[in-house]
């Protein structure tokens, strides 16, 4: 999937009951799997998204984790996960026995055995588009922080009016888009929007 396809829509087993992807139509959503549940790095990502949680919704941004593992590992691992950090898992997690999800999100290549060799997450807008994708190896832990900025980033500049700038934070400034009729300005390439 790329930015711009409409997110396949799927029906599956959660953590929170069974879940449509269609279900988040009218917010944002962002999707995320993780290579498989006890696991190090994707447990200090589910503590940081669950600490987070609140930042995401008050962007009405909804959070929808995806692995191959069962539902009856999710609950296991997500209990462990309350029980050990005293962090209870807000957002349903669902599961891919079958990988046909990742599949047809390109998460995890038609020749795997398993999901072990990417984070991937979609950031979805409310009528169902792939708005961003990133891709993060088994090693390494995607930054939350960045995943809501992404999000207040994307939702900032939806109408393509504003660009949200290098570094760019909610609160801050936005630009405009080049203007060439205004070339006799020095900066009509790089103009703040305020």
Not at 37 to 56: G, H, I, M, N, Q
Request: net charge negative.
């Amino acid at each position: 999937m790329r930015m711009g396809d409409a997110a396949p829509d799927f029906e599956a087993r959660s953590t929170r009951g069974p879940i449509r992807l269609s279900d988040y139509r009218g917010r944002w959503l962002v999707l995320f799997s993780h290579p498989a549940d006890f696991t190090p790095v994707c447990t200090t990502e589910f503590v940081s998204l669950a600490k987070s949680y609140e930042r995401f919704t008050a962007h009405n941004c909804a959070l929808l984790g995806l692995s191959v593992d069962s539902l009856y590992s999710h609950l296991a691992w997500t209990r462990a996960i309350r029980e050990l950090f005293k962090v209870e898992i807000p957002f349903p997690v669902i599961e891919d026995p079958s990988m046909l999800v990742g599949r047809a999100y390109g998460m995890i290549d038609e020749t795997s055995e398993n999901s072990a060799g990417v984070r991937a997450t979609y950031f979805i807008d409310p009528e169902g588009v792939i708005r961003a994708v990133t891709h993060y190896p088994l090693t390494i832990g995607r930054s939350v922080d960045e995943m809501v900025r992404m999000v207040a980033a994307l939702q900032a500049s939806y109408s393509g009016e504003k660009l949200a700038p290098a570094d760019w934070q909610p609160g801050q400034p936005l630009l405009l888009p080049a203007d060439e009729k205004a070339q006799q300005d020095p900066d009509w390439f790089c103009r703040s929007a305020a």
